[in-house]
């Protein structure tokens, strides 16, 4: 059998339902939205993860503000049809076995692209191999590079026994899959029955391989030592033979190996182009700013507001510009409706009494330091001084720290902290569990969305975009893709001193006093005195930033510029 499929995409994580948890935040769900756009553009593609039977974890903050892991407890078969195809890897010598199962994304046009999910939890395997694929970013080093064994090794030998023999691009979504470049060359070397590895070899496998590199955070980039590698991965041609390829200061760096034997190499964002280029001088490397798919972060209220007065966005997403046409007041009806939601799920879920009417500002990251959650607590003082007298303000904030972060942990614990101290003047809450319905409901709920990251440290970010499409404007540290999205006061506001320059260093307390000032001067008076000059920002974030910053976009530039260039 052969089946026709043209490019492979590989991803450790992918975000396709919150009933499929095999997915832990942006990565994920980036992955997710662009395998929804390639079913909607008929681009013939063809998915590889790792099933996580644990998925990544449920998360529960206990009395004390500590967060909770707990395994995610799902039905596999429910959603995903078993495969009857078995591969196998050699992990320490022994022979790993796993089968796959697989799902189909289904496009606008009825167009699909199949999804397979790597399992070892076989009879055929010892108990500790059956669990290898049960956790996502889970367990020691050893752990972790067993499951890139499975995904970049065992993912194209999987393939192949499923009957994709046509590939003809593979595209590794972050370094976690750069193994497929080891394992194309094993294949390249038994086809053409070579007994050494030579350039044209290399060259060949190079003329295959995609790289898009998500984060200039060190932590993203997997590196093992070599003695560790050769444990587990054993006797292994290719790393004998070329080891300038592999190694990188002593270790096996998994981007360096990407970057490598790579063709085409991209950031996701135009300044994450920049600051990668300067991370890994010596290499091209392109940017494509990342997208997000419409019709699954559109609300429902929003869906009928678009399906009235601009019927063909769901095939068409640069429609959207012509929401400048829509009547403000059915937008603000819309946006009513997705609010009311969302403080209904708040109040129901936490008991923090918060109140339609008012002010909502929204954040839903990954609790991490960079992230800076905390940044709008920076002076506590001057918070309630502006919720006094420019206008009432409320918080919501979400979003799970790595099981492995405690100053993540750390951070949910104070933003709880600011809760309490807060709680006669502004009200805050911290919703448990953050999944993408709950991103979807929080996203599109909020008034205006805020994102605090460090620069140079989001690489692109995509809640802000997902907030456009509802309508709601951020508010946010000039970084990633806000960079590319900002016109001040018309799609949302920037937070920093004005006349900053790039990489000009800037403190916190001056970010922090930034954001104050747009907050206390401009955002709360237009909210509650100038409503239509309000909605008018609304308004331009869908036409200019939904128009342009979504994932059809993005697919249209990797089928011009990568796939087929």
Not at 20 to 35: E, F, K, M, N, Q
Request: charged fraction near 25%.
């Amino acid at each position: 059998m052969n089946v026709k499929s043209t490019i492979a995409y590989f991803s450790m994580e992918i975000g396709l339902s919150t009933k499929i948890p095999t997915y832990s935040g942006g990565l994920g769900v980036l992955a997710g939205d662009t395998i929804r756009a390639a079913a909607d553009l008929n681009v013939p593609m063809v998915a590889m993860t790792l099933l996580y039977r644990k998925g990544h974890f449920q998360q529960k903050i206990d009395e004390h503000g500590r967060q909770q892991e707990h395994p995610v407890r799902w039905e596999v078969d429910e959603f995903l049809t078993g495969m009857p195809q078995r591969a196998s890897v050699i992990i320490e010598g022994r022979e790993v076995y796993f089968r796959s199962w697989r799902y189909d994304v289904s496009g606008v046009g009825g167009f699909s692209v199949p999804v397979y999910f790597l399992d070892a939890d076989l009879p055929e395997n010892s108990n500790n191999d059956r669990v290898l694929t049960d956790c996502l970013y889970g367990g020691d080093q050893r752990y972790r590079l067993c499951q890139e064994i499975i995904l970049g090794f065992g993912g194209v030998r999987m393939l192949r026994e499923l009957g994709y023999n046509d590939i003809k691009l593979f595209h590794m979504n972050e370094g976690h899959a750069s193994f497929i470049t080891v394992e194309l060359l094993n294949e390249e070397m038994r086809t053409s029955e070579r007994t050494s590895i030579d350039q044209d070899t290399i060259e060949l496998v190079r003329d295959r391989c995609i790289f898009t590199t998500h984060t200039p955070v060190p932590a993203g980039h997997d590196k093992y030592p070599m003695d560790l590698v050769e444990q587990v991965l054993g006797d292994n041609q290719a790393f004998k033979e070329i080891k300038y390829i592999f190694h990188y200061e002593g270790v096996l760096n998994m981007t360096y190996l990407a970057l490598n034997l790579s063709r085409y190499i991209n950031g996701v964002a135009k300044s994450h182009g920049e600051v990668s280029r300067m991370m890994f001088s010596g290499y091209d490397i392109e940017a494509i700013t990342n997208g997000v798919h419409a019709t699954t972060w559109v609300s429902e209220p929003f869906q009928e507001l678009y399906d009235q007065y601009i019927p063909e966005w769901r095939q068409n997403n640069f429609a959207l510009r012509y929401a400048l046409s829509i009547p403000q007041q059915d937008i603000w009806l819309a946006h009513a409706e997705a609010k009311k939601s969302l403080i209904r799920y708040v109040n129901q879920s936490t008991g923090s009494g918060m109140d339609e009417h008012i002010l909502t500002i929204g954040f839903a990251r990954r609790a991490t330091v960079y992230k800076r959650a905390n940044l709008v607590f920076l002076d506590m003082e001057r918070l309630r001084q502006i919720a006094r007298e420019a206008g009432p303000v409320q918080l919501v904030f979400a979003g799970k720290a790595h099981p492995q972060d405690e100053e993540g942990k750390e951070l949910i614990k104070r933003i709880l902290y600011y809760r309490e101290k807060l709680g006669n003047v502004i009200k805050i809450a911290y919703l448990e569990n953050y999944t993408m319905d709950l991103a979807k409901l929080v996203i599109a709920g909020c008034d205006v969305w805020l994102n605090t990251p460090k620069p140079p440290l989001e690489a692109s970010g995509t809640s802000g975009m997902k907030a456009a499409f509802n309508g709601v404007p951020s508010l946010s540290v000039l970084d990633g893709w806000w960079i590319e999205g900002h016109l001040e006061g018309i799609t949302g506001w920037a937070i920093g001193p004005q006349g900053r320059k790039r990489g000009e260093e800037v403190t916190e307390a001056e970010e922090a006093q930034s954001l104050y000032d747009k907050l206390s001067n401009d955002i709360i008076p237009l909210f509650y005195n100038d409503r239509e000059r309000f909605i008018s920002v609304m308004r331009h974030c869908i036409a200019i930033n939904g128009s342009f910053f979504n994932v059809h976009r993005m697919m249209q530039e990797y089928v011009l510029n990568a796939y087929f260039h």
